[in-house]
């Protein structure tokens, strides 16, 4: 995991901070004045100037330890702002991570919509289909209806087929009558005929 933002520039500023001026380090700069002055405090010559030395001692080793105590709270502060920063870099991480996971149930939220959606159209014009037919019971009663009409026309149908076959037999017995008719006018007009031949020769002898 990278370093949380903010780091190398907080360490930049407890840096800069410590620094006074351009002359060199605050402490350091304070350490070697206290030093001067102690040596100048050791060779004073008069009671008045190594008093005033002495204060001088007193005053930049307030300095110092004022300087330190603000550095310890500054680099307490930064230490407990480190912290935070750590702790707010770890909830912009936990955060995108759920923002993830949320993009993700959305996205397949969206999916479903998108299915719910498009089934609800085919529903609707499937049942704009059904809308055009009979509904059920109707469909039964037309197909009762239906199952009469075809029964009365199977009964036509045997009607017509009995009187079919019956016309039949009797154009047959009719066929056969005349066919027997013609053959007794043949038989008469042949027996005729040979009657008739027979009473020529009997006409000729009586007018010799």
């Keep these: 995991m990278p370093p949380p933002p903010g780091r190398e520039a907080l360490d930049e500023v407890i840096r800069k901070r410590l620094l006074i001026d351009g002359d060199g380090a605050g402490d350091d700069r304070r350490i070697n004045l206290l030093v001067k002055s102690f040596i100048k405090w050791c060779n004073s010559g008069s009671h008045e100037e190594g008093y005033t030395q002495y204060q001088r001692m007193l005053s930049t080793l307030s300095q110092c330890e004022f300087s ?32 993830h996971e949320k993009i993700a149930e959305c996205k397949k939220q969206i999916l ?33 209806a239906l199952g009469k009409e075809l029964q009365h026309l199977s009964h036509i149908k ?10 039949r037999k009797q154009f047959h017995v009719l066929l056969s009558t005349i066919h027997e008719l013609q053959q007794t006018l043949e038989n008469d007009e ?19």
């Design 68 to 99: 330190m105590g603000k550095t310890l709270l500054v680099y307490d502060m930064n230490l407990r702002e480190m912290e935070n920063y750590e702790k707010i870099y770890k909830d912009i991480e936990n955060n995108i991570a759920a923002a």
């Design 158 to 167: 045997e009607n017509v087929e009995d009187k079919l076959e019956l016309r």
């Design 190 to 208: 042949k027996l005729s005929e040979a009657e008739d031949a027979s009473d020529t020769p009997m006409v000729s002898a009586d007018k010799q």
């Design 112 to 144: 479903q919509a998108k299915r719910i959606r498009k089934n609800r159209q085919e529903y609707d014009a499937l049942a704009k289909v059904i809308q055009h037919h009979p509904d059920r019971h109707e469909t039964l009663k037309q197909l009762e």
